[in-house]
């Protein structure tokens, strides 16, 4: 079982839509949650941390931790083509001190 | 990209050949990682620096040494080229103020062919 799982897609959304992406971990005392994302081509970018249980917010991201069913959503809204990427989720892994475990990413689609 | 450039931005070398990446950081940050980025695998961890000439081992660490001399400066070297090692290198610091609260920032990469 890999330690960080997510669907790597297509997903394609309508521009406008609500794009949602998934994250599943393994290790159940994992404490930190990252999204990034990446274009073709380049480097990742951070886009979202989440830390505790609940929603944050930032423009028009939300993530989502729900430790006890070991997942991490990251919600886009309002969809545009410049959001067209790869999304990695990456998690801190108990006892993984300062080290990242990445998934293996989510292509978005987002389409005129 | 968060102050961090990464040398040379493309390489084509010959199997056997010993080969040299260097991550160069302008944020004084303490930590510092090398990853490895390949189609299906996502980003694996090769080495990482906590501080000056302190550094560990990653998950894909075979085959690589790292070193780091100077809080700005972390190299990677690749002993002897093989064409398995062809991919897309990532540097990437931390400021790591909190083990729980570890943003990584990404620098623009290195993309390493082995023929």
């Known amino acids: 079982q890999k330690e960080v799982e997510q669907n790597s897609g297509p997903l394609s959304v309508p521009e406008g839509a609500i794009a949602s992406l998934n994250c599943t971990y393994s290790d159940r005392g994992s404490q930190s949650f990252f999204w990034y994302r990446q274009y073709s081509g380049k480097s990742p970018e951070l886009i979202m941390s989440i830390y505790s249980n609940g929603d944050k917010e930032d423009g028009r991201f939300t993530a989502q931790l729900n430790k006890a069913s070991q997942y991490v959503s990251l919600l886009i809204r309002d969809s545009q083509p410049s959001d067209s990427a790869t999304y990695l989720c990456a998690v801190i892994p108990t006892g993984g001190g300062n080290k990242l475990t990445f998934g293996t990413g989510t292509q978005l689609k987002v389409e005129l | ?115």
């Open chain 2, 1 to 115: 990209d968060a102050g961090i450039t990464q040398s040379p931005r493309h390489k084509v070398t010959e199997t056997g050949t010993p080969v040299t990446l260097r991550c160069h950081q302008t944020e004084n940050h303490r930590y510092m990682y090398w990853y490895r980025q390949d189609p299906g695998h996502g980003l694996r961890l090769i080495h990482y620096s906590y501080g000056v000439k302190d550094t560990d081992k990653g998950e894909v660490s075979d085959g690589y040494s790292v070193s780091r001399s100077k809080t700005e400066d972390f190299l990677l070297t690749l002993e002897s080229a093989t064409s398995s090692q062809t991919s897309v290198y990532f540097c990437a610091i931390s400021p790591a103020r909190d083990s729980s609260y570890n943003e990584q920032f990404f620098g623009p990469g290195t993309r390493l062919t082995v023929l």
